[in-house]
């Protein structure tokens, strides 16, 4: 029992730090494909003590690349369709706040990483490990760890997304999944999430709706106008919910909308 706890602690410190790495390799890619050209350093700064000069540069660099990190981490792995679903459970149920925007957050974090958990695992064996090991240099690190990123996100991305994209930047078509650059393939596959996870919403707001139909009918047949139809049908969403144990045909359908 103890040794299964340490594995499962230490799985858990591993996926925070390849999913570290992920951001970084995210961020890095954005600015190698969208940064304009740095101004030259006046010479007086040059030639004396250029090193320092350096150092404090990429200093400067990581921070703006760390302040994007949870945007670069919510919107380009499965977090954006599974918050999405999960609101759209929420709003169709008509709980209000219930579950809580943290729970809702909080297991859509956990479902990320279980979704992702063979993305990270390529990410580390591909980039990260030979890097720390110091078998290849960070160009090497960067190509190989964004290969299994990439070949996730196209699998997720509509090529009607990615030809949107290409027509509006006027950007020649790639010979190969690989010459697809992050900045048309970051949007496009945003737009497919979000698509994705409308469609998902839809097929779940429709049993619900039919109840909230049934009741209000009900109700308008019996003389009962002055009583508001969500109170009679909460209750009755919510226990149907429970008995076709909801959570579970959620997560799964959800899980399983990415293989």
């Known amino acids: 029992m103890t040794a299964t706890v340490h594995h499962r602690r230490a799985g858990l410190r591993w996926n925070a730090a390849t999913f570290a790495l992920v951001t970084l390799l995210l961020s890095a890619a954005v600015a190698r494909a969208q940064a304009p050209a740095l101004p030259t350093l006046p010479d007086e700064w040059t030639s ?69 958990h063979p993305v990270l695992d390529s990410v580390n064996h591909e980039g990260l490990q030979p890097y720390l090991e110091g078998t290849i240099g960070y160009e090497a690190a960067l190509e190989r760890g964004a290969r299994p990123l990439r070949e996730f996100m196209l699998e997720q991305t509509r090529e009607r997304d990615l030809a949107l994209f290409y027509e509006i930047s006027d950007h020649p078509l790639p010979g190969a999944p690989d010459d697809v650059p992050f900045n048309i393939l970051m949007p496009g596959f945003v737009i497919s999430e979000l698509k994705s996870a409308f469609q998902i919403g839809f097929v779940l707001f429709v049993p ?47 899980i399983l909308s990415f293989t």
């Open 48 to 116: 004396s003590e250029p090193e320092q000069i350096v150092l404090t540069l990429r200093i400067l660099l990581g921070l703006a690349i760390l302040s994007l990190a949870p945007a670069l981490l919510m919107t380009l792995t499965s977090f954006t369709r599974i918050i999405i679903v999960l609101s759209f459970l929420r709003s169709a149920l008509g709980t209000q706040q219930t579950p809580p925007n943290a729970v809702l957050v909080g297991l859509a974090l956990f479902l990320t990483f279980f979704v992702m």
């Open 208 to 254: 619900f709706l039919v109840i909230d139909l049934v009741v209000a009918s009900t109700l308008m047949s019996m003389g009962m106008m002055m009583v508001p139809p969500v109170m009679i049908s909460l209750p009755v969403k919510i226990l149907l919910f429970v008995m076709v144990d909801g959570w579970y045909l959620i997560t799964r359908s959800v």
